[in-house]
Structure formats: C-alpha cells, structure tokens
C-alpha cells in the first residue's frame, strides 16, 4: 500500500465528516453564496477541529471571490486547499539526523497519546531501512509502558535498555546512549514520562535527560518529538502546551489519525506551536507511520469532495 493509500485510509474518518458536509452545502442547484451559506460553511470545517483561525480564512476567501453568486463547488473547494496548503507547508519538515555516531531523539507526550506505539513506529522505520536501532525505556514511573515498549521491540527488531521501575529515567537515558555509542548503533529513541505533572518539575527532568546525554553526545539529542493524540482534538492543544514549553520540543508526531474524525487539528497543531509535523499515524500496525506531506494529506481529506463537485 503506498503513502498516499495510507494516508486516504487514515483519514477516511475526518475526509468522511469533511466532505459529507461540504457536499451538502452543493446540493440545492442554483444556491447563492450568502450570510447563511458562509456560516454553513464555517460550521463544516471546524467539526473536523480545523480551528477557528483557518475556517475564518476560508469562509472570507469564498465570501470575496463568490459573495451574491451561485455557489460554484470548484471555488470553495480550491479555497479549501489553499487556505489549508498555505498553513500546512511550513509545518513539513524532515527527520535530523547525527552527522556522525547515532542519533539520537526523545520523545514526549502525556499518557495516552499513543507515544509508546510511535516510538515502535518509528523504530520500526529505521530498522526496515537495515539501521540498527536501541530504544531507552525512559518512561520508568510506568511499568506497563516499559513492558509495552520492550514487546514492541522485540517485533521491530530493535534493542532495548530498561530500568526498574521508579529509577532515574535519566540513567536509563544515559545507558541507552552509551549501549548506541559502544555498539555502533545508527539510532537511540528514548522514551521519557508520559504523565502530566507541575511544568517545573516536567523541565527539571527533561532538562536533567538532555544533560546526561550531551555529556556523551554533547548535539545530541538531535530531535525531541511531541506524541499528540489526533482523537483528542482541540484538547490536544492544551494538553501538549506545557510538553512542548517543557521540552524544548522539535517536532510533532500526530498519532492515532486513523481513529478521528478531526484530524484538521493538524492545522491549529502547525499554527499554534510552530513546529513541524514530522510523521503522522495512519493505522495500528508497526509500518503505520508516515511522513507529512501536505500536498498528499490535503488530496486523501479533499479528493471525495472534489470527486462529487467533479
């Protein structure tokens, strides 16, 4: 199945909710564009959780080029694709990578996020393309997250460093990038607490990661991944607020795509926290984890719409 397969099927949910309610909006032939249609209109696109700020730009680009005439389903639907296309193309960003040595990321996020399954996911990516990968089970104060995460790795093919339960996660961090270090690994994913706590303490710990590992890779970690849970909606915006100011975080990992039906939260996601979204989960096995491309995100939401306006 290729990316853009993937991607239809991970949004069916939202392109479903999308298009069904875009493709009303067509249906009585002759209709004008009017104060109610542009209120339909905005009340379609924020059900997908698209945020406010989006759905106003699309209601007022339609308004100017179509205000007073029939309601061409071409016009809107272009809007659609601009307004989104000109908000998600900042937000597209590749992996960064060690110039030397293994890099390393940490990943981040609140419990229930989907954090352990992405970093399965990703480690599985990289162990597909013949690079040797070691996880650190940095989330210490969970023992099922540990257990979780040592299943997975026995499935991706990847090694694991773990701590007793309640330890430092910081030592189980340190050991993991020495294990990556001494054993020529290409890749070291560490995991880190998923539960919501003070931000004060959050930094403490974070910061206390980053230091024992820039001790034996003073760039490293190269990346910080934020897991946000797209079932979550606009409530993952709050929830991820004091991860992201927390972490110092570089990128996004938009999980469990394939299960909501507003996964237009990647467009607040990429406006409100300024950062780019790196991969999106579009299933649950361990090959489910694509890339964001915008452009191809956009045709798997639209293309039903486009298809019925056609």
């Keep these: 199945m290729g990316l853009l397969d993937r991607l239809r099927s991970g949004l069916a949910k939202t392109a479903r909710v999308l298009n069904t309610d875009v493709r009303d909006l067509f249906k009585r032939e002759g209709r004008h564009v009017d104060e109610t249609f542009l209120e339909e209109l905005r009340a379609a696109l924020v059900r997908t959780d698209m945020g406010p700020s989006a759905a106003e730009a699309i209601v007022v680009d339609v308004g100017e080029r179509l205000r007073a005439r029939v309601v061409d389903p071409e016009v809107v639907l272009d809007s659609i694709r601009r307004q989104l296309l000109e908000?998600?193309?900042?937000?597209?960003?590749?992996?960064?990578?060690?110039?030397?040595?293994?890099?390393?990321?940490?990943?981040?996020g609140v419990n229930g996020s989907g954090k352990t399954t992405s970093i399965a996911k990703l480690a599985r990516r990289f162990t597909r393309d013949g690079k040797k990968v070691v996880l650190g089970a940095g989330d210490t104060f969970r023992a099922a997250a540990v257990e979780q995460l040592g299943m997975w790795a026995g499935r991706v093919g990847a090694e694991i460093i773990r701590g007793e339960t309640?330890?430092?996660?910081?030592?189980?961090?340190?050991?993991?990038?020495?294990?990556?270090?001494?054993?020529?690994?290409?890749?070291?994913?560490?995991?880190?607490?998923?539960?919501?706590?003070?931000?004060?303490?959050?930094?403490?710990?974070?910061?206390?990661?980053?230091?024992?590992?820039?001790?034996?890779i003073p760039e490293a970690p190269h990346e910080t991944l934020l897991v946000l849970d797209a079932t979550a909606g606009q409530n993952a915006l709050s929830q991820a607020k004091g991860f992201t100011e927390a972490a110092g975080c570089t990128g996004i990992v938009l999980a469990k795509l394939d299960g909501s039906a507003r996964g237009g939260v990647i467009v607040p996601v990429a406006e409100q926290f300024g950062l780019p979204v790196k991969f999106v989960g579009v299933g649950e096995t361990a090959d489910d984890l694509e890339p964001f491309v915008p452009e191809q995100f956009l045709q798997a939401l639209l293309e039903g719409a486009l298809a019925e306006a056609g």
């Design 166 to 216: 309640g330890c430092d996660p910081a030592s189980v961090a340190h050991r993991a990038v020495a294990r990556a270090l001494e054993g020529g690994f290409d890749v070291c994913i560490v995991d880190t607490a998923g539960r919501l706590q003070t931000q004060s303490n959050l930094m403490q710990e974070l910061g206390k990661i980053r230091r024992v590992i820039a001790k034996l």
């Design 87 to 108: 908000r998600l193309r900042p937000a597209e960003a590749g992996l960064a990578a060690a110039e030397t040595g293994p890099t390393v990321i940490l990943v981040t």
